[in-house]
């Protein structure tokens, strides 16, 4: 990846992270007073998932960006020259179905706009994207098993990029 465009990217992962920390601690405040086990348990995963991708090498840029016009990425990163679009599942333990199976079409419609509005930030680099899936199961014992689905899904129809 060229300086340049790093640069670009680290400044503007800045920029958004300072302007919008109100309120994504807003949103946090919000969960945890909701009580709301299946939340907490969301919020928890994105931070377990973030340690994770952190072990894999992976450079995280932003987490929880929700779009003006709709779309939402739980964490944006980059993995080497390619910039990855994670959505994270979180369960307490394996279940009949996959933690990834719960992507719907609506949801990876979601996720892609979302991602094309990061893009639209970025003014549109000519840069290599993906989206992947990190799926984390909560074992009785409170231990956390990770899953990380490379390219999982691709970009939603009718968007292109």
């Known amino acids: 990846m060229n300086i340049g465009l790093a640069r670009s990217v680290i400044d503007l ?10 309120l994504t601690a807003g949103r946090v405040d919000q969960k945890r007073q909701s009580g709301s086990d299946h939340l907490q ?11 994770f991708l952190r072990r894999l090498g992976y450079k995280i840029l932003y987490r929880n960006f929700r779009a003006r016009h709709g779309g939402e ?4 990163c980059r993995d080497g020259d390619t910039l990855v679009f994670i959505e994270v599942k979180t369960r307490r333990r394996d279940d009949l179905v996959r933690p990834s199976e719960a992507i719907n079409a609506a949801k990876r ?11 639209q930030l970025l003014d549109n680099p000519d840069i290599l994207s993906r989206f992947d899936v990190v799926e984390i199961v909560v074992a009785e014992d409170g231990e956390p098993h990770f899953e990380l689905i490379r390219d999982a899904f691709e970009l939603s129809k ?3 990029y």
């Open 73 to 76: 990425v739980d964490i944006v």
């Open 109 to 119: 419609k979601l996720i892609s706009r979302g991602a094309l509005a990061w893009l």
């Open 41 to 51: 348990l969301g919020t928890r995963g994105e931070k377990l998932a973030c340690g």
């Open 158 to 160: 009718p968007y292109i």
């Open 13 to 22: 992962s800045s920029r958004w992270r300072s302007h919008f920390a109100r």
